[in-house]
């Protein structure tokens, strides 16, 4: 077996320290799985570094998966879905379709679910505007951009910073398709093999258990990264992001992510079907164990 360290990245919001906290803090039993220490990114950085193969194990977002299934494989643990838990559509104060078309929108990088959401939902907006997920709302408060999609922590402190939701783009997702919301994925290295790729996914589904078990452990870790400390929130944001689909993708979840893949290649916003890496076999054998 290789013992070459793997290397693993995941974001430093709290759904993601909790869910890697046993993992990196050897609290699961990885014998058998040589870990490097773990990169900490925002989502669109991890998204960028699948695109160029820098890492091993990611957390990356369910839109950057349409472009990478040819050398990763999508895990069943450890994904964020679910339902009345995705980003929104904030402005500082109400806007016509007709004028958000016309509106510079800031997105948290143009490979997030988010910026696929957004332009699902409005394919008028033409100005999009990438920066790091934190500095949205500073930015639409100041009226550096008319909108902004907003995530994470953000959802629940939006209106601190006197914004107003247009839209919930997770419900009008969940209207629409009437399946839960695909934010984020973890995905692997096809080229670990099938022993391997199963071990991963074990591990990371263990490392969920023990965090559901004991939360308490990865308090301190969680809030070394959080970009909001108050306990209330990080709470809420666990509780959001993390839930069934965390320990098991399972086929409601895997049809949620295929059906987001479809409709960005029907819309012209992600390769077609038959351009699409992989795309039937790799989401259908998505299970690596």
């Not at 929108?105 to 332009?119: D, E, H, V």
């Not at 995530?151 to 399946?179: K, M, N, P």
């Not at 308090?219 to 108050?230: G, P």
Request: hydrophobic share 45%; glycine share 10%; aromatic share 6%.
């Amino acid at each position: 077996m290789n013992s070459k360290p793997l290397a693993l990245g995941y974001s430093s919001c709290p759904n993601d320290t909790f869910i890697f906290h046993g993992l990196v803090h050897g609290l699961a039993d990885a014998s058998g799985l040589s870990l490097g220490v773990p990169l900490l990114a925002d989502v669109e950085t991890l998204n960028e570094w699948a695109l160029a193969g820098r890492l091993d194990i990611s957390k990356i977002s369910c839109h950057a998966l349409g472009y990478v299934l040819d050398e990763y494989q999508l895990l069943g643990a450890g994904a964020a879905l679910g339902r009345g838990c995705g980003p929104l559509l904030v402005a500082r104060e109400p806007i016509s379709d007709m004028d958000l078309a016309e509106c510079r929108i800031a997105i948290p990088g143009r490979l997030t679910t988010a910026a696929l959401l957004l332009k699902l939902f409005a394919p008028s907006c033409a100005e999009l505007v990438p920066m790091r997920f934190d500095q949205i709302m500073p930015a639409v408060a100041a009226g550096q951009v008319g909108a902004g999609v907003i995530i994470h922590e953000s959802r629940f402190t939006y209106r601190q910073h006197g914004l107003y939701c247009l839209r919930d783009l997770g419900a009008w997702w969940e209207e629409i398709s009437g399946v839960p919301i695909p934010l984020g994925c973890i995905v692997a290295r096809r080229s670990l093999g099938h022993e391997r790729l199963g071990l991963i996914e074990r591990l990371i589904r263990s490392s969920v258990q023990q965090a559901f078990e004991r939360p308490d452990l990865s308090r301190d870790y969680i809030r070394c990264y959080a970009q909001e400390l108050n306990e209330r929130v990080i709470a809420e944001h666990i509780r959001l992001y993390v839930n069934s689909f965390s320990l098991e993708l399972g086929a409601e979840g895997g049809r949620a992510i295929e059906m987001l893949l479809e409709m960005g290649s029907k819309t012209g916003l992600l390769p077609t079907i038959s351009q699409l890496p992989s795309s039937k076999m790799a989401l259908k054998d998505r299970r690596a164990s």
